[in-house]
């Protein structure tokens, strides 16, 4: 009589896997026959290959192996007098299943995104990468939450220098969050890493030589090294004619610097630069401020703060009430405002234009980097005029500048060696025109529409060889 034990956690195993897997082979086919066969140096091998039918069966022999195991989902089976334990694989905890992209919406496109769990999200990615080429290196991280995290690239096309150091960063976390503790520049309000919930934008940068990075639990994958014209990408622009994306482009270029410098240039030009502006609408903001009791610069400033109260209301609130809440809440303060005399109307037209204008660029992390710069531009204007707006934009440029994301320069307009690719980071142009090098590739550098001739037709396949 041979004695066995399995050993679960309820919450995150499948109790049906278990049972088919472990349960129902262990009692209905362990026959009399079968046990005498068995013993003490053939007994994992001969329950392995005869009685259980799980998709993957390891072997441990230390304990702690085995509650990391039973952390991760899996199950444990263990018998009397063998020398180790086996492992089934029977991962079964709750997950909500593939749905819609709710930050990155397109109207053309797949509308595919990821959720939490990480077989799906890299099953994701295989579907659209159906590469021998494309690695998946599991890794974990953390001592207390031991996190699954998986290290996405394309090998021959990533740089192997960047693939290194990415994988020696993330080595080196012991606790926290992986964004985080792995940029380069911790104190830059600028997000220098590209985070997206869609597969096919991680496929689409994966084949440009970058990395992606995606942990358990995470909806979201983290692609370096990143650029900064990358806030101005959409996935819908790979899906839609090169003409009309380049204009959107160039729409969202523009709107980015309108929604940082609108209210701070306002405020200088209406306080140190009059003659600047033509005089009916000169005379036009002199009548409206009329009565303000407070300065042009202090009073921007609340209405900003304003703003900023209204937006986190909007986002924090449930979906039913966030859009009404913000919408009546900005037209009846802002309405109130004007009628008692705190705000002029000018002023508050610049503000909604620069917070409208701030909603065109993809990249929502990269607008909590535009509010927090609008506030010292602001006091600069206030204070300097135009010189004081010049000066901060300055300082912007230059700590742009020094910013570096995985060692690449953050601010490059091209990746460095390829100039070639300057016209498609800043508009898009026909693949027939784009060059056929790729942004980090270093090896696989063929990259167009149409797949290069072979040189031996007879030999080749009807597709060629890429």
Do not use: C
Request: without cysteine; glycine residues 6%.
């Amino acid at each position: 009589m041979w004695k066995a034990a399995v050993v679960y956690l309820q919450s995150l195993s499948n109790e049906a896997t278990v049972q088919q897997t472990i349960t129902e082979p262990l009692v209905v086919w362990a026959r009399p026959d079968f046990v005498r066969d068995l013993t003490r140096n053939n007994l994992l091998e001969q329950i392995t290959s005869r009685l259980l039918v799980a998709q993957s069966v390891r072997t441990i022999d230390t304990l702690d192996v085995v509650l990391d195991e039973l952390l991760e989902g899996h199950s444990v089976l263990f018998i009397d007098r063998a020398i180790a334990a086996l492992v089934v694989e029977t991962k079964g905890w709750p997950s909500r299943g593939v749905e819609k992209p709710a930050t990155e919406v397109t109207v053309q496109g797949p509308q595919v995104a990821f959720n939490e769990t990480m077989r799906d999200n890299v099953a994701l990615i295989r579907l659209r990468l159906k590469s021998p080429d494309l690695v998946v290196e599991r890794m974990q991280v953390g001592r207390k939450s031991r996190t699954d995290v998986r290290v996405i690239y394309l090998h021959g096309v990533a740089s192997k220098e960047i693939v290194d150091e990415v994988k020696r960063r993330i080595m080196s976390i012991d606790t926290g969050m992986i964004r985080n503790l792995i940029r380069d520049e911790p104190f830059s309000p600028f997000m220098i890493e590209r985070l997206t919930e869609r597969p096919d934008t991680v496929a689409a940068e994966l084949n440009e030589g970058r990395v992606a990075i995606l942990a358990n639990n995470t909806p979201y994958a983290l692609i370096l090294p990143a650029s900064f014209l990358m806030t101005f990408e959409t996935a819908e622009d790979r899906y839609i004619n090169e003409n009309a994306a380049s204009v959107f482009r160039l729409v969202r270029h523009a709107a980015y610097w309108v929604s940082i410098l609108g209210t701070p240039l306002y405020v200088a030009v209406v306080t140190f630069h009059h003659e600047l502006i033509p005089l009916p609408l000169l005379l036009n903001i002199a009548s409206t401020q009329e009565g303000v009791p407070f300065p042009l610069g202090l009073t921007a400033f609340a209405t900003e703060i304003m703003m900023e109260i209204l937006r986190e209301a909007g986002v924090r609130l449930p979906q039913q009430f966030g859009a009404a809440v913000s919408i009546v809440g900005a037209l009846v303060l802002g309405q109130a405002a004007i009628q008692a005399g705190f705000v002029p109307p000018s002023l508050v037209i610049v503000v909604t234009l620069t917070t409208i204008a701030s909603f065109t660029v993809p990249r929502s992390e990269t607008i909590i980097a535009t509010r927090i710069l609008r506030y010292p531009l602001l006091a600069a204007g206030s204070t300097l005029g135009f010189f004081g707006v010049a000066l901060g934009l300055l300082f912007m440029i230059y700590h742009l500048s020094s910013l570096k994301s995985l060692g690449q320069p953050y601010l490059a307009l091209y990746p460095p060696g390829k100039v070639g690719r300057l016209k498609v980071e800043t508009i898009l142009v026909p693949p027939q025109l784009s060059p056929v090098t790729r942004s980090f590739g270093r090896y696989d550098k063929v990259r167009r529409g149409i797949a290069p001739a072979p040189k031996d037709p007879k030999r080749a396949g009807p597709g060629g060889k890429q």
